[in-house]
């Protein structure tokens, strides 16, 4: 695969996301989105790096992240996504890649940009018609935001 376009930074934020291949759901219930939430949290500790918005879509995922080091962003979704990929496979019995390509990543770049892109992530269940409001959603950390 060629190396990516998007350098990252010590003091920066990134929007992370991707999409489930096939149009199958990357989780399949509570337990599901349990295992990527606990994956999320234990890496970003472990690489120095913290994810202040968050979104676990059945489909996809939305995350924001902040380098506070020299660890790459990019570790947190390559490592969460590659163990978890080999433990969903195990659970439902199934082969092969679960998300549709390698993650997107895009530097936030500006404080209007940043603000922007929390409502976005926080919204985007109740836009996919998921709930009735932001906050009703489970899977995401509005609540604490």
């Given at each position: 695969?060629?190396?990516?376009?998007t350098?990252?930074h010590?003091?920066c934020?990134?929007?992370?996301?991707?999409?489930?291949?096939?149009?199958?759901n990357?989780?399949?219930?509570?337990?599901?989105?349990?295992?990527?939430?606990e994956?999320?949290?234990m890496?970003?500790?472990?690489?120095?790096?913290?994810?202040?918005?968050?979104c676990?879509?059945?489909?996809?995922?939305?995350?924001?992240?902040?380098q506070?080091?020299?660890?790459p962003?990019m570790?947190?979704?390559?490592?969460?996504?590659?163990?978890?990929?080999?433990?969903?496979?195990?659970?439902?019995?199934?082969?092969?890649?679960?998300?549709?390509?390698?993650?997107?990543?895009?530097?936030?770049?500006?404080?209007?940009?940043?603000k922007?892109?929390?409502?976005?992530?926080?919204?985007?269940p109740?836009?996919?018609?998921?709930?009735?409001?932001?906050?009703d959603?489970?899977?995401s950390?509005?609540?604490?935001?």
């Open positions: 695969m060629p190396r990516r376009k350098q990252f010590e003091g934020f990134y929007h992370v996301f991707n999409h489930a291949s096939s149009r199958q990357l989780a399949e219930d509570d337990c599901d989105f349990n295992k990527i939430h994956l999320m949290t890496y970003a500790h472990e690489y120095n790096l913290s994810v202040p918005a968050w676990l879509m059945p489909d996809h995922f939305h995350w924001l992240v902040y506070w080091g020299e660890d962003a570790r947190l979704p390559r490592n969460v996504f590659n163990v978890y990929t080999r433990w969903f496979n195990k659970r439902y019995g199934l082969r092969g890649t679960l998300l549709e390509s390698r993650y997107k990543v895009k530097l936030v770049s500006n404080i209007r940009y940043l922007h892109l929390c409502l976005y992530i926080h919204c985007n109740a836009r996919a018609s998921l709930c009735q409001a932001p906050a959603w489970t899977w950390n509005l609540q604490q935001f």
